[in-house]
């Protein structure tokens, strides 16, 4: 698995656990790798920049990256999204508009985490508000 995509992973898990607990991005951060790391263990897991700077992006942005997702997510409103399509959503969205990533690879990778994470009729939905995004930064670009 690509490294890029393993952190895209984790940045998923930790922005779950931020949305649902309410806790700080950062204390999330930390409960990612202590959930993670044992007495046990010689060696912790090892620090993941990407990850952090997905993260720290997505919550930093949160809020317009939140009306993009109600403006092209039509008859949902937000808190009524399963977290993890929210999630999902926000960190593709959070690629696009900080330049990380090129729209077709954020969209790639989103689909991949659906996939993994939520059900299949999330795929549509998820690939629908990431295309309509899509067209509206090319829209802005021209």
Request: glycine content about 4%; cysteine-free; aromatic content about 8%.
């Amino acid at each position: 698995m690509a490294a890029r995509h393993k952190s895209r992973e984790r940045a998923l898990q930790v922005l779950y656990q931020w949305d649902l607990l309410g806790h700080s991005i950062d204390r999330s951060i930390e409960s990612y790798y202590e959930f993670f790391s044992s007495p046990e263990e010689e060696h912790p897991p090892a620090p993941d920049p990407f990850m952090v700077e997905l993260v720290q992006g997505v919550a930093a942005r949160v809020q317009e990256i939140d009306a993009g997702i109600v403006r092209h997510s039509a008859h949902w409103r937000i808190e009524r999204m399963p977290a993890v399509d929210r999630n999902i959503l926000r960190l593709a969205i959070f690629e696009m508009i900080a330049g990380i990533s090129p729209a077709a690879i954020a969209i790639d990778e989103a689909l991949k985490l659906a996939k993994r994470f939520s059900g299949d009729e999330s795929i549509p939905f998820i690939n629908g508000v990431l295309d309509a995004i899509r067209k509206e930064r090319e829209g802005e670009a021209a």
